[in-house]
């Protein structure tokens, strides 16, 4: 079959290899893509807002599926423009309709949902613009540290945690005013805080039956130790070690199931993808946000774990059968590693070359930040590349995927040191110190 993939990153490129793995798989085609895609599928250039260009594209390549990678088309509606499309009637797109992906646009809809179907996550309140002053008095009832999210999408950069009442005013001023987040940050939740360790899990759906895929713990901030800004994602760890079956179990029973369940009994479709963000709170799960497509760097860390044929689960979704399919995943850890260019997520240079991808033998290279001019390949954004390396555990992980990205260089190369080491026991049984960056 012909397949459409969305996206320019490096969870796309993941999915690109992962899909052309596939016996089921004819032509795979990727818009906008990136330079990496093109060992895997077609670059192709298509504004997904035309949707007679769209539709045209669709019949004339055959597409029998359109798997979205991102969150933003989903967000604006792209699946919906395709399902009442009857001319186009015959294709399936992996990614829900647009009010399904409220469940990632918009921070209060999820959790107004979560609270609806007794779904494990934190207190809440939610406040809009001319509420600064409620805003305020809500603080001076809480305790410290204080949680507060844009409402709506902030390329994963729109949680402030802080113990300053001051900083966290400020916070909550800069959103509702459009000056933080323009109209992501025009609606503020507050959270209580949860004290625990945060991971990944995922599952994919059909929207009655669902299969959970390898969870995963990322880490966001920029620097060693988990300290200065978010960011997009600096590296993944797969699986999380401390998510072991019996909180898996949990995960299954208390979070993934009765998602499904509310959706299906809200009347709201739901295929493909669906992360949730956890907090595993004293082996309790909490629910801290969802998202309505796979993580990045995530992706890149899972889909290698992953022996299934992606294509036949999404084919289980367009025919019905997922609960026929099957989820076989690799024993051994996956580590990935995110090399960004100096300054992220502030301002950074681009154009730099890139060398040494040849020299890389035993991990995956998947391109995000890249553009090429003549025959040289470039930097072209903030996260450039995703390494990712195997081990027979975390440890050994670790240092197959650090000995090959330092194979790799550009200029102003950042990397965080310290990826998957608070997860090392040391023989007392604690964990690990980070390494000096």
Request: proline residues 5%.
């Amino acid at each position: 079959m012909n397949v459409l993939l969305i996206g320019s990153g490096g969870r796309e490129h993941a999915m690109a290899w992962k899909l052309a793995q596939s016996s089921l798989l004819d032509e795979l085609y990727v818009t906008p893509g990136n330079p990496g895609v093109v060992r895997h599928g077609r670059q192709v250039v298509l504004d997904l807002n035309d949707q007679k260009k769209v539709r045209a594209f669709l019949k004339e390549k055959k597409i029998r599926i359109i798997v979205v990678g991102p969150e933003g088309p989903l967000v604006d509606g792209f699946h919906d423009r395709i399902a009442e499309d009857p001319t186009l009637k015959d294709v399936t797109v992996i990614g829900p309709r647009k009010i399904a992906a409220q469940l990632e646009g918009s921070k209060d809809f999820a959790k107004e949902f979560m609270f609806r179907h007794n779904i494990p996550t934190a207190a809440h309140r939610t406040f809009v613009k001319g509420q600064l002053k409620e805003a305020e008095e809500h603080l001076d009832r809480m305790t410290e540290p204080y949680v507060i999210k844009a409402d709506g999408l902030a390329a994963g950069k729109g949680v402030i945690i802080t113990n300053d009442k001051k900083e966290a005013l400020r916070t909550i001023k800069g959103m509702l005013d459009g000056s933080s987040f323009g109209d992501a940050g025009q609606k503020v939740v507050i959270e209580q805080f949860l004290k625990g360790i945060e991971l990944s899990a995922f599952l994919i759906t059909d929207g009655e039956h669902f299969k959970i895929l390898p969870s995963a713990k990322d880490y966001k901030r920029i620097g060693t130790g988990d300290t200065g800004p978010n960011t997009g994602g600096m590296g993944a760890v797969s699986p999380a070690p401390f998510a072991d079956k019996d909180f898996m179990q949990k995960v299954h029973d208390r979070v993934a199931a009765p998602t499904i369940r509310g959706l299906r009994k809200e009347g709201i479709d739901y295929q493909g993808f669906l992360f949730m963000g956890l907090m595993n709170v004293n082996g309790e799960p909490y629910v801290i946000e969802y998202n309505v497509r796979l993580g990045d760097p995530e992706a890149q860390c899972i889909l290698p774990r992953l022996r299934s044929d992606l294509l036949d689960l999404f084919e289980g979704i367009a025919s019905g059968t997922l609960s026929e399919c099957h989820v076989d995943v690799e024993d051994r850890t996956a580590v990935t590693i995110v090399m960004a260019a100096e300054g992220y997520p502030g301002k950074y240079a681009t154009g730099e070359p890139i060398l040494g991808l040849e020299s890389v033998k035993d991990a995956y290279v998947f391109q995000s930040g890249t553009a090429m001019k003549g025959d040289q390949l470039i930097t072209n954004g903030g996260r450039v590349l995703s390494v990712t390396a195997f081990g027979k555990d975390l440890e050994q992980a670790i240092m197959a995927t650090y000995r090959s990205a330092a194979l790799i260089n550009f200029e102003g190369r950042y990397m965080r040191l310290d990826i998957g080491l608070d997860l090392v026991k040391k023989p007392t049984g604690k964990a690990a110190t980070p390494q000096k960056a």
